[in-house]
């Protein structure tokens, strides 16, 4: 079983709306968590890391996450079609040394302009 | 931004051989690691790898990996003998620091497609 899960796989927004993307943890261990992009033929980039509840807002990212049920988001504002891409979640153990991380399977974004 | 490097960005190699991959990872970093992703599944940590040692390693480094970082040049992953298993793409990272409580990061390189026929 995944540890971490992601929904949707693939999502599509018109240019200029709101993207909102899952993951979800079962693992209660996992109290850190990142959200990384990846574009085709590129490495994964991180976008931000999110450790607290509540929400975390860089630029037009937002980031939420609820511990208690071990969810997390990213809301895409304003979607621009370089936003498309593979978006992975991210989380690792709160008492891990060595950041290891696990990974979702992503979720496909397709900004259409 | 900081970038990493990997080199070849796909290697094609018969079943039995032996495969090196090489990672040229972001100059001031310390911390290095290896992720696998099979097609279409989500990619899995392998190992990280901080000053000459492994610190932690999954179970899918199995006795045929190892890694090493000669003399602070390529950090590199080698498999010998390979199995049509190993065939995937081999994400290589690296960090400037353990965590810190503002988060650490890790850069990826693009990743080299190994094809093992």
């Known amino acids: 079983q995944q540890k971490v899960q992601q929904s949707p796989e693939s999502l599509s927004v018109p240019e200029g709306g709101m993207a909102s993307l899952n993951c979800t943890s079962s693992?209660?261990?996992?109290?850190y968590f990142w959200w990384y992009r990846q574009h085709s033929g590129e490495g994964p980039k991180a976008l931000m890391?999110?450790?607290?509840?509540g929400d975390k807002k860089e630029g037009r990212f937002t980031a939420h996450l609820n511990k208690a049920s071990l969810h997390v988001s990213l809301h895409i504002r304003d979607s621009q079609p370089s936003d498309s891409a593979l978006y992975f979640c991210?989380?690792?153990?709160?008492?891990?040394?060595?950041?290891?991380?696990?990974f979702g399977s992503g979720t496909k974004l397709t900004v259409e302009p | 931004g900081p970038k990493v490097l990997q080199i070849p960005s796909h290697q094609i190699i018969d079943m039995g051989q032996m495969v090196t991959l090489n990672c040229d990872p972001v100059?001031?970093?310390?911390?290095f690691y290896w992720y696998k992703q099979i097609l279409g599944q989500q990619m899995e940590f392998l190992v990280n790898?901080?000053?000459?040692?492994?610190?932690?390693k999954s179970k899918l480094f199995k006795d045929q990996f190892s890694v090493e970082r000669p003399d602070g040049s390529y950090f590199t992953l080698k498999i010998q003998p390979t199995a049509l298993e190993d065939s995937a793409v081999y994400f290589c990272?690296?960090?400037?620091?353990?965590?810190?409580?503002?988060?650490?990061?890790?850069?990826f390189g693009a990743g080299t497609r190994l094809s093992v026929l």
């Open positions: 790898f901080y000053n000459g040692k492994v610190m932690e």
């Open positions: 100059s001031n970093h310390l911390y």
């Open positions: 991210a989380a690792s153990e709160q008492w891990s040394n060595y950041n290891v991380l696990y």
């Open positions: 693992d209660r261990n996992f109290q």
């Open positions: 890391s999110i450790f607290s509840d």
């Open positions: 990272a690296s960090s400037l620091a353990l965590r810190d409580w503002g988060g650490n990061t890790l850069y």
